[in-house]
């Protein structure tokens, strides 16, 4: 669908007015409300308010193995694809129809999965679309999968949605789990008016400044988040910043659950400031001192576990009290990021914690 031509009629599918009137009311011209949203000028160099905040809707959930998946939808709009140190930005087309997103997770410990998520989707005249979804971050979703798609109208569709294998390591409780791919299918009605009117809110003064929205809740749907440090199983070493992501370590000495489980245990646990929003896809090592020398140097696995959620580890027989352990980020987080995300998480080397 051409969302412009869509959006100048004055007849058809949708009542045009009623959005119209809501973005007039917001500011913004209607031509242009989804394909150039307005963005803060002066960005800090982090999490930041965006300028504004899009709504969201459900379309359907189901469970297929286990696993839940949930499909949603939002106006369409840009974001940055990340690609090793580098960002992309994403604009939306003329052709986009709407931001479809995707949430994935384990339905028995609630624990989100990271893994790679594709979509084809379908109506009574055949395939429309077939997508690989980006693993995202935005303000209000928090860690998901998602793009911009192309629809060929209003009308109903379908959509299989497949879950690839998790390529994490797992702990003792997940062994086993999620090796295997999954597909769901799921179904739609695409009304233009439903998604074009969901709320949009402007942020006012609070745009551009640090922080950022409470992240919605949905029935049945978990919340994408790491633990409160509290909650991190063994002796916490402290938590540190780098590029404004938090990242919270702990010392597990013999617990079962974890590789190797009659060895001492490191447990690096990166989030969002604020939310505390699950961080993967980086790239993760370790060197462990004392008195000035190198007595480890280490990657870290990037480990799924019902109780942390996605972290990263690694055996630590080698560490001693006093010791000092610096975590190298080798590569940022490879996810896509919405307004309010972009400048963050980019720019990391090193986070240090004593034992």
């Given at each position: 669908m051409d969302r412009r031509r869509f959006l100048k009629t004055t007849s058809g599918l949708v009542g045009v007015a009623g959005v119209s009137g809501c973005l007039q009311r917001l500011g913004f011209e209607t031509q242009s409300a989804w394909r150039d949203p307005p963005l803060v000028e002066d960005r800090p160099d982090g999490v930041y308010y965006p300028a504004i905040v899009e709504g969201m809707g459900v379309y359907e959930t189901t469970t297929v193995n286990g696993i839940g998946v949930a499909l949603m939808h939002s106006f369409p709009h840009r974001f940055w694809t990340v690609t090793g140190p580098n960002k992309t930005k994403v604009v939306v087309s003329s052709d986009d129809s709407l931001h479809l997103m995707a949430s994935v997770w384990d339905v028995e410990s609630g624990t989100v999965l990271p893994t790679a998520v594709s979509v084809d989707i379908q109506n009574e005249e055949g395939n429309v679309s077939t997508t690989n979804l980006w693993s995202m971050l935005s303000p209000n979703m928090g860690f998901h999968y998602g793009d911009n798609v192309a629809l060929s109208g209003s009308g109903e569709y379908e959509v299989t949605v497949r879950i690839a294998p998790v390529q994490a390591a797992r702990t003792s409780p997940?062994?086993?789990?999620?090796?295997?791919?999954?597909?769901?299918?799921?179904q739609f009605t695409f009304e233009p008016s439903e998604t074009y009117d969901l709320p949009i809110r402007r942020l006012g003064d609070e745009a551009g400044t640090r922080g950022t929205v409470e992240l919605m809740q949905m029935d049945g749907v978990p919340a994408p988040v790491a633990p409160p440090k509290e909650q991190l199983p063994g002796r916490l070493l402290g938590e540190a910043s780098a590029d404004d992501a938090v990242f919270c370590t702990s010392l597990v000495d013999e617990e079962r659950r974890f590789p190797e489980k009659d060895r001492p245990y490191l447990v690096v646990s990166p989030r969002t400031p604020y939310n505390r929003v699950l961080l993967p896809g980086m790239s993760l090592s370790m060197v462990v001192e004392r008195d000035g020398k190198a007595v480890l140097e280490t990657?870290?696995?990037?480990?799924?576990?019902?109780?942390?959620?996605y972290y990263y580890g690694t055996t630590a027989a080698e560490v001693e009290r006093g010791d000092t352990v610096t975590v190298r980020i080798e590569t940022p987080p490879q996810v896509s990021r919405?307004?309010?995300?972009?400048?963050?998480?980019?720019?990391?080397?090193?986070?240090?914690?004593t034992v």
């Open positions: 997940f062994k086993g789990r999620f090796t295997e791919m999954r597909t769901a299918q799921l990657g870290l696995d990037g480990t799924l576990d019902p109780d942390l959620g919405h307004d309010g995300y972009e400048t963050a998480f980019m720019q990391m080397s090193t986070v240090q914690f």
